[in-house]
């Protein structure tokens, strides 16, 4: 993922709608990426996970949907939740390594 | 349950007085990770361990050392506290390369 500038994108959704939040990956050779929910003071949550091999995957609620032409990765929440909102993060592991680079993040808010 | 624990929650600190943060596991994962995250940023990752093998990023100040005594246990040194170093301090674990991070609830560190 990329990390760069201080303002968080911003998603604004009403209860009961299905909300998309996308992110931009940089390295080619990424192999492994995942989906973080992190909430008001606390720790990233693991959502959902998938490898370059695929390019959907399916979890609870949530879509993971990869792009490897683009370089581009989707978390699709269906019927958006007031406990939905938080801030997400995707994450890659940079071809391999053994770490992994958090992207910008987006903040979700629900609207009831 | 299983889990990432990290100790304090909130820690203050004078400016330059050495700091200390702990990260405990009971998941007896091998690998165990540090992240400073400033406010609206991505998670920043600092250094990780592969059991004993310590891996510093290339960008992480010396002011801040890490150590793992056993499995169990990481702790986060900033030998020098500075302004800018007051951030949220991410430990998280995971089984093994490539593998999903747990995380910690996280300390918030102020210094004054």
């Known amino acids: 993922g990329e990390s760069v500038g201080l303002h968080l994108p911003t998603l604004s959704v009403q209860e009961g709608d299905n909300s998309i939040i996308n992110c931009a990956y940089s390295?080619?050779?990424?192999?492994?990426f995942i989906w973080y929910k992190q909430e008001s003071g606390k720790g990233p949550q693991f959502i959902i996970d998938i490898r370059s091999n695929m390019d959907k995957r399916q979890g609870q609620r949530v879509t993971v949907l990869l792009n490897k032409t683009v370089k581009h990765l989707s978390l699709q929440i269906a019927a958006t939740q007031p406990g939905d909102s938080a801030v997400y993060f995707c994450?890659?592991?940079?071809?391999?390594?053994?770490?992994?680079?958090f992207g910008k993040g987006t903040k979700l808010t629900v609207n009831p | 349950d299983a889990m990432v624990i990290q100790n304090p929650r909130y820690q203050v600190t004078q400016f330059g007085k050495p700091v200390t943060l702990s990260c405990s596991q009971t998941?007896?994962?091998?690998?165990m990770y540090w992240y400073q995250q400033k406010s609206s940023q991505a998670p920043k990752l600092l250094f990780h361990y592969y059991d004993k093998d310590f891996n510093n990023e290339a960008d992480t100040p010396d002011n801040f050392q890490s150590r793992r005594p056993n499995t169990s246990f990481c702790f986060l040194d900033i030998r020098s506290p500075g302004l800018g170093d007051a951030a949220m301090y991410l430990c998280?674990?995971?089984?093994?390369?490539?593998?999903?991070?747990?995380f910690g609830s996280g300390t918030r560190l102020t210094v004054v």
């Open positions: 994450a890659d592991d940079q071809g391999g390594s053994e770490k992994l680079v």
């Open positions: 390295n080619s050779a990424s192999d492994y």
């Open positions: 998280a674990t995971s089984r093994d390369i490539q593998g999903v991070s747990t």
């Open positions: 998941l007896n994962h091998n690998v």
